[in-house]
């Protein structure tokens, strides 16, 4: 019996993880294009929320990249809580708990590598983070630039390793954080505005005309990776949420509106493809296939 089970269970298990495709591997990290989940810890089917699959569903899936915000909990001043705009509205749990999410999810996958952008609502500390990340146990694991010949101590994007390369080091988590980073204090935490730029976010307009640069002000593409804020808003009373509706359109691979199409707007602008593509709801549309396309896979 057992003879017949393995060989039909033994391929399921191999694929219930979608990994990076091989050629991408050797590329270095700031030539790759990822796909990631915007919000990714606002999981359910409220108004409020981003995501409809877990955070190791949407690991599971294929994606790599997690963004999230943080915010102080409102019970506890001393605890980063993932919270979307505030605690009342949505609260995805603690910072703490994520993070041990994702480090059970890479000690599972000892080939892969996640990048996490956190958002600092609150302006706390970066030591704040640190130490959410220790007590995570995850901080040995955290990609640190070395080099960096720009003298700033920020890595050009020439200089980059390959996920090969990171996987090798034992270096599997790549961190950003938006604002309050501060590498001689906490070395990795990178400065999310020092390594990208981003397009607007917020966008109500399904056809995503605009690729302009956002964020930081005044900055230039270049030496500079870029996130594309591929998600849909739609407005209720005046207050913008997710457009869960046309999520399966907005997260096409081509055709009006959709990731290619936007992708394919911002390379002409910026003449390079972006390397980030946050959207929402990454199990709508075909948002691990295009990732593969925006890869010239
Ligand atoms: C995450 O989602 C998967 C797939 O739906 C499910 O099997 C798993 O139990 C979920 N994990 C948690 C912690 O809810
Ligand atoms: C694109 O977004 C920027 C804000 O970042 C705004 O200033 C600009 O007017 C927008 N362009 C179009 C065509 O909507
Ligand atoms: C995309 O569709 C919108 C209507 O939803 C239309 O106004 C726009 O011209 C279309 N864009 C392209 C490039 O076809
Ligand atoms: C990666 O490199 C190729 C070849 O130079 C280029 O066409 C593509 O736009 C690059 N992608 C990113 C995300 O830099």
């Known amino acids: 019996m057992k003879c017949f089970i393995y060989p039909i269970l033994f391929p399921l298990l191999l694929i219930l993880t979608n990994a990076l495709d091989p050629p991408l591997l050797t590329l270095p990290y700031s030539n790759l294009t990822l796909l990631g989940a915007h919000d990714s810890p606002f999981i359910g089917p409220h108004l409020t929320q981003n995501q409809n699959l877990n955070v190791t569903a949407q690991l599971d899936l294929g994606i790599r990249f ?17 919270c979307h705009t505030s605690c009342v509205l949505e609260d995805g749990g603690s910072l703490v708990d994520f993070l041990r999410i994702v480090g059970a999810w890479l000690e599972k996958n000892p080939a892969e590598i996640v990048t996490l952008l956190l958002t600092n609502g609150d302006r706390v500390g970066v030591e704040m983070f ?21 003298g700033n101590g920020v ?3 020439n200089e980059w390793p390959s996920v090969q390369e990171m996987v090798d080091m034992g270096k599997r988590l790549v961190v950003f954080l938006d604002y309050g980073a501060n590498p001689s204090s906490i070395p990795y935490i990178l400065d999310e505005f020092a390594y990208f730029f981003e397009t607007p976010f917020g966008e109500t307009n399904p056809s995503f005309p605009n690729c302009s640069i956002d964020r930081p002000p005044g900055a230039t593409a270049d030496n500079r990776m870029y996130i594309v804020n591929h998600f849909l808003n739609v407005e209720i009373l005046g207050i913008k949420v997710p457009d869960r509706i046309r999520a399966p359109r907005t997260n096409a691979v081509r055709g009006n509106g959709s990731i290619g199409a936007q992708a394919e707007l911002c390379e002409g602008l910026h003449g390079r493809g972006p390397n980030v593509v946050l959207v929402d709801f990454v199990d709508q549309g075909e948002v691990i296939e295009a990732q593969r396309v925006l890869n010239g896979l």
Request: glycine fraction near 22%; hydrophobic fraction near 35%.
């Open 155 to 157: 890595l050009p994007m």
């Open 130 to 150: 640190g130490g959410v990340f220790k007590e995570a146990g995850l901080d040995g694991l955290v990609f640190v630039p070395s080099g960096g010949g720009g």
């Open 66 to 82: 997690l963004q999230g915000q943080t915010h102080r909990a409102p019970d506890d001043e001393n605890r980063l809580q993932l």
